[in-house]
């Protein structure tokens, strides 16, 4: 069982960055592939980005490529989100997820096992 806990969600302004942790714990946590995703209202929960277990493969959802980066500090068992220039259309709900498999193709949720309670980020115009 991994449990995981978002932090760093907030109201910004457009142009705006923003930096997302999920702290995780439980048993081999580290050696999980983690995620983020979100979901705005109405719309279905999409991926972002996902890290494998040594931080040396990295994968982006095409739109936040350049602007968001993913990263992880297993020491503190802790993995990030790092976004830039934030845009009112990335207002949503932000989930961490860690799965234990990396399949091809871009990620679905139900390819991940646990997942946080979410963050909201909020970017005003």
């Known amino acids: 069982q991994v449990q995981l806990e978002e932090s760093g969600g907030g109201l910004v302004q457009a142009g705006d960055s923003l930096r997302l942790s999920c702290t995780t714990s439980g048993r081999s946590s580290i050696f999980y592939i983690m995620g983020w995703f979100r979901q705005a209202p109405g719309k279905e929960r999409e991926f972002l980005a996902q890290i494998n277990w040594n931080g040396r493969q990295t994968y982006y959802k095409d739109s936040v490529k350049g602007r968001f980066t993913i990263s992880r500090d297993n020491a503190n068992n802790t993995h990030y989100l790092q976004m830039n220039n934030l845009k009112p259309e990335d207002t949503a709900v932000y989930y961490c997820?860690?799965?234990?498999?990396?399949?091809?193709?871009?990620?679905?949720?139900?390819?991940?096992?646990?997942w946080g309670q979410g963050t909201q980020v909020t970017v005003s115009s």
């Open positions: 997820a860690a799965g234990r498999t990396w399949y091809s193709g871009v990620p679905t949720p139900t390819e991940y096992d646990y």
